[in-house]
């Protein structure tokens, strides 16, 4: 009886260089990845923020989600993870033809070698087919876009938003990527990012701050009282964000290996100890635990812990957690109400703290806590290791802060000159009578057939009060909010 192709040891679909198991683990881990941004940060999103930008707030993930994948087939993958044109840049080039994705996965800018000259590590070539590797680093390109803007939120104009995706993708993420991940100076220097702590959160962080600035803010009033308009349904968002770590992170030694096992441990680990560590503070300090401030440890958790998952040990991973947990709730409960740029800035969910303290800070431990024999398991560059381990360790603790200072600055001016060239192309920020509306104006839809928010029934725009179901519009009329001020939402 003769076997079908697809099952043979060699040959037709399964050559000898494919390991099915690698193969199945990345696209199993790629598509939990894939869950943080749809549905996870979509419901998030929508969740987390005030009833009238629920729509418009999921639909600014949604959209990155489907744009940043065409433009990474296109052009933005091999920018990422090709060849090299400059040392902190790949040749921009198309990843569509089938003969190019089902070759073998490689990075060719990898090859690392000793400062002699003589091959210290050949070039990564993970055993499944490229068009894995494609997959797998297109859903961490775009949940980067997606976190971005939670700076955005409840303001941006959406035209301008759908010019900003690809463009900040181009000039900016392809640049943290090679530079960090696909074989770039920062790569051959030998700083640490296990999995995103600077190519991610980092830069997602920086750049989400940086165009709120250029955006501008929200309406006074939506910035003083900015209650989430479904709780539970943003438990449920973070929920997806906490589990799909496990791809996020354990996806990142390309392969289903031992270190991908510890990895996922101490995701969760780190995880769990920020979110109680902050949830003690919130106790201490504010004399009751929040649920936002919950579901910010959580996040700050699974960021500190992103640039060094699979190179710390598990006793470092609590020791993060609790400084993940307690840095970025002293910069934003404390630091953020008396520098007076963190105040004029309206970072709607707080991304700034979340993403660029907390990336900053997993970066800078990992150049302490980074684990010789962990590193020689994962690291192209041999016998690195953290300052608590002597030798080399001062060293790599100086190499990673560095690395992330060329990311903060790189996103600040690129950034800047990305907003600064939609601005003459359509209007940044929607205008102030879209503002008083919300979804309804933005995208003639609402979230909830329901009345909240404390917004006032305008007959002028909204008609006759008799809804019987065909105004979609009714919910988000405009007016002044009313009711006590709600708690500060930050991500």
């Known amino acids: 009886m003769s076997v079908p192709s697809a099952y043979n040891n060699t040959g037709g679909v399964t050559p000898d260089w494919l390991n099915k198991g690698d193969n199945a683990w990345q696209l199993t881990a790629g598509t939990l990845v894939g869950l943080q941004s749809v549905p996870g940060l979509v419901i998030l999103y929508g969740s987390i923020v005030k009833k009238k930008w629920a729509v418009n707030s999921a639909f600014m993930a949604f959209y990155a989600f489907a744009a940043v994948l065409l433009c990474w087939v296109i052009w933005a993958y091999k920018m990422s993870f090709g060849e090299k044109l400059l040392p902190f840049w790949g040749k921009a080039g198309t990843v569509l033809s089938y003969k190019t994705l089902l070759t073998q996965a490689d990075l060719p800018a990898t090859v690392h070698y000793h400062s002699d000259g003589t091959l210290e590590t050949a070039a990564l ?3 499944y087919p490229l068009a894995t590797m ?3 680093q297109f859903v961490f390109a775009a949940i980067t876009l997606i976190l971005l803007a939670g700076s955005l939120l409840g303001r941006m104009n959406f ?23 696909g074989g770039g100076f920062l790569f051959q220097w030998g700083v640490i990012d296990y999995s995103g702590g600077y190519v991610i959160h980092l830069s997602s962080g920086i750049g989400g701050f940086v165009a709120a600035f250029w955006v501008g803010p929200r309406l006074t009033r939506d910035r003083e009282r900015f209650p989430p308009n479904n709780v539970l349904l943003m438990l449920a968002g973070a929920g997806l964000l906490w589990l799909g770590w496990a791809g996020f992170n354990g996806g990142d030694p390309y392969a289903a290996n031992i270190d991908a096992s510890i990895a996922v441990l101490n995701t969760n680990v780190c995880a769990a100890a920020s979110l109680l560590m902050w949830t003690l503070l919130d106790v201490l300090v504010f004399g009751k635990p929040s649920v936002i401030g919950a579901v910010q440890g959580m996040i700050t958790g699974l960021v500190v812990i992103t640039p060094a998952a699979g190179v710390v040990q598990c006793w470092a991973a609590i020791v993060m957690g609790m400084c993940a947990g307690s840095i970025p709730w002293f910069t934003m409960m404390v630091v953020h109400k008396r520098w007076s740029l ?7 969910l707080g991304v700034f703290h979340t993403h660029a303290v907390a990336g900053y800070l997993g970066g ?3 150049g302490l806590f980074a684990e010789p024999h962990l590193c020689n398991y994962f690291l192209s560059v041999t016998n690195e290791q953290g300052g608590f381990y002597g030798g080399v360790g001062g060293t ?4 990673q802060l560095a690395g992330g200072l060329f990311i903060i ?3 600040v001016v690129v950034t800047s000159i990305i907003l600064n060239v939609i601005r003459f192309i359509v209007p940044l920020r929607m205008t102030e009578e879209k503002l008083l509306v919300g979804d309804d104006a933005a995208h003639g839809e609402e979230a909830y057939a329901l009345w909240g928010d404390g917004e006032k029934y305008d007959i002028t725009k909204h008609g006759a009060s008799d809804y019987d179901g065909s105004n979609h519009g009714l919910g988000n009329a405009a007016g002044t909010g009313t009711g006590t001020r709600g708690p ?4």
């Open 488 to 491: 500060t939402v930050t991500l």
């Open 364 to 366: 800078s431990l990992t």
């Open 342 to 348: 963190l105040q004029r800035v309206d970072d709607t």
């Open 409 to 411: 600055g790189w996103n």
């Open 125 to 127: 070539t993970p055993l």
């Open 159 to 181: 035209r301008a938003w759908m010019l900003f995706v690809p463009l900040w993708l181009t000039f900016s993420y392809t640049v943290g990527a090679f530079s960090l991940w």
């Open 396 to 399: 790599q603790f100086g190499k």
């Open 134 to 136: 494609v997959y797998f």
